[in-house]
């Protein structure tokens, strides 16, 4: 069936380095993607979305990639830092409304920083 | 910074028993939600909600779960008769300050536990 998911279950890098995160989802009419950051015993926290009609955004220290032709999503963190240890979220939009948001999460990556 | 907050942060229930789980929107938002993550499992769509009546349901959603803004602020997720598969983090959601727009904004969770 369609689904969001994410290639990597775990990711560890070194304090400072750059982060990639992907992404890959399977249904082509999906129109908006967002990216979760979820801390341990914490609700999913915003960092950055994008949609259909962009294939990049840049925010603080991160950036969202979206290939259509490939249905895939990469999220990349600068300079990652011992705080963005976290599991990464990539979720699309299904909803057939205008106005609200069905999000389909991926299972999730484990980003690990170490120090 | 608004935020979303939720009561209780756990319950412990027996199988079988009513549970309320409750919710304080962003004012102002005019979306609201309520997802589920299971533990060690993706966040999954439950149920949307916009001008008192249920917008969007996902086949989680069956006749044992309700939703209810009894006031202005509150928004109520009510499990009739709690099952053992129920046990998860349940999390409120709320978007929009109009239709359309923002990102999903939830809150910390609450986790239930059903014996």
């Known amino acids: 069936g369609e689904s969001v998911g994410l290639h990597l279950p775990t990711l560890s890098v070194q304090e400072g380095d750059n982060s990639i995160i992907n992404c890959a989802y399977s249904n082509s009419a999906s129109d908006y993607f967002i990216w979760y950051k979820q801390e341990s015993g914490k609700g999913p926290q915003f960092i950055i979305d994008i949609r259909s009609n962009m294939d990049k955004r840049q925010g603080q220290r991160v950036t969202v990639l979206l290939n259509k032709t490939v249905k895939h999503l990469s999220l990349q963190i600068a300079a990652t830092q011992p705080g963005d240890s976290a599991v990464y979220f990539c979720a699309e939009n299904r909803s057939p409304g205008a106005g609200s948001y069905q999000l389909t999460f991926g299972k999730g990556t484990k980003l690990s920083v170490i120090p | 910074e608004p935020e979303v907050t939720q009561t209780p942060s756990h319950q412990v229930t027996q199988m079988g028993q009513e549970v309320i789980l409750r919710c304080v929107p962003i004012s102002n938002h005019l979306y609201f939600y309520w997802y589920r993550q299971i533990l060690g499992q993706k966040v999954e769509f439950l149920v949307s909600f916009y001008n008192n009546e249920i917008s969007e349901k996902s086949e989680i959603f069956d006749d044992q779960f309700s939703v209810e803004r009894p006031d202005g602020s509150n928004f109520t997720l009510k499990i009739r008769s709690t099952k053992l598969e129920d046990s998860a983090m349940y999390f409120c959601?709320?978007?929009?300050?109009?239709?359309?727009?923002?990102?999903?904004?939830f809150g910390e969770g609450s986790r239930l536990t059903v014996l």
């Open positions: 959601a709320s978007s929009g300050l109009r239709r359309g727009t923002g990102e999903l904004f």
